[in-house]
């Protein structure tokens, strides 16, 4: 009788990403706490000073969900605006994370299979792999998301973007992640994704995105030959309000990240500088504004060639 809700429990946890950045069973994110275990927590062992109502585990899950920060202190789990429905339906799940035996007639049958062979708990097409672990930060739509406080997650579905970004360079963001980020890379993580699960999320992405497709490349991956001492000084002034000084991210994501470097081609820098994106603060630079004027092609790739030496590059 139980099976039934435990696995529209378990749903609804998927459904809200929370494996993007919590580990469960072998499998998940490792910026906020293991889960596996989630159900023993002893309420003794929990701080109550914020937290109304009685003093159970029940309650403590539940005002967690709803104002993380205030909690624990120094969360870095922003909130998430849940319904009281979608706030049962986790801490159910949350309560139910116990090493406790049971005949397996009781339990969802992803669950028998993560507790008897350490399997995931969550199917594995494309859509289901998106939204237990990308649509955290990404968002449902993949339009990136926003929390008070917090630096902003990117859009990985924007025309521009998509349109820059190749199949390969999408399938190594996946894959490798990025190192000192949130981004972590899921397909090197003890029972992570494999190539075939990388490859149709990467469709997913696009699909997404409205189906935008790599507008392709006939130059090589490095091209640009460029005076890098103006472009620092360019970038000072035009691009680490956003990227932040060195290219460490800010507002706009970092630039100097290893992965990014090795992995985006001369084209896909400069295209970007150049066309901006739209809907977002990033705009192109070969045109002017109201604040600035327009930068030069030879501008453009002085930018491209400083931030190449970005990360020690």
């Not at 009685?54 to 967690?64: A, C, K, M, P, S």
């Not at 594995?124 to 449902?140: E, F, I, P, Q, R």
């Not at 990014?260 to 001369?266: K, N, V």
Request: some cysteine; hydrophobic content about 35%.
């Amino acid at each position: 009788m139980g099976a039934p809700k435990l696995i529209e429990a378990r749903a609804q946890y998927n459904s809200v990403g929370c494996t993007g950045c919590h580990a469960l069973g072998g499998f998940g994110g490792e910026n906020g706490p293991e889960l596996s275990r989630m159900g023993e927590r002893d309420p003794n062992q929990l701080n109550f000073r914020n937290v109304p109502g009685d003093r159970t585990l029940t309650n403590w899950i539940v005002q967690h969900f709803r104002s993380p920060a205030s909690t624990v202190a120094g969360s870095l789990m922003p909130a998430q605006n849940l319904n009281d429905e979608q706030l049962d339906l986790l801490t159910m799940y949350m309560l139910s994370l116990r090493r406790r035996s049971l005949p397996d007639v009781f339990l969802p049958k992803d669950r028998v299979t993560a507790m008897r062979f350490g399997g995931r708990e969550f199917a594995t097409d494309s859509a289901t792999l998106y939204s237990t672990v990308c649509s955290s930060c990404h968002g449902n739509n993949g339009q990136g998301t926003r929390f008070p406080g917090y630096p902003p997650n990117p859009s990985i579905t924007n025309p521009d973007f998509l349109a820059l970004a190749s199949d390969d360079f999408l399938f190594a963001a996946i894959k490798r992640g990025r190192p000192g980020r949130p981004m972590l890379p899921w397909g090197e993580r003890q029972n992570g994704f494999n190539d075939a699960e990388i490859t149709t999320l990467v469709a997913y992405i696009r699909s997404l995105g409205g189906g935008v497709q790599f507008a392709g490349d006939t130059m090589p991956a490095r091209w640009v030959n460029a005076d890098a001492a103006l472009g620092e000084r360019l970038f000072t002034s035009n691009c680490a309000g956003c990227h932040g000084a060195k290219g460490i991210g800010g507002e706009g994501p970092a630039l100097g990240n290893k992965v990014f470097l090795e992995t985006a081609t001369d084209t896909y820098l400069v295209e970007t500088i150049s066309r901006g994106r739209r809907g977002t603060i990033m705009q192109g630079f070969a045109t002017s504004s109201v604040v600035r004027p327009a930068l030069t092609r030879a501008e453009i790739e002085a930018i491209a060639a400083y931030i190449r030496t970005l990360g020690g590059n």
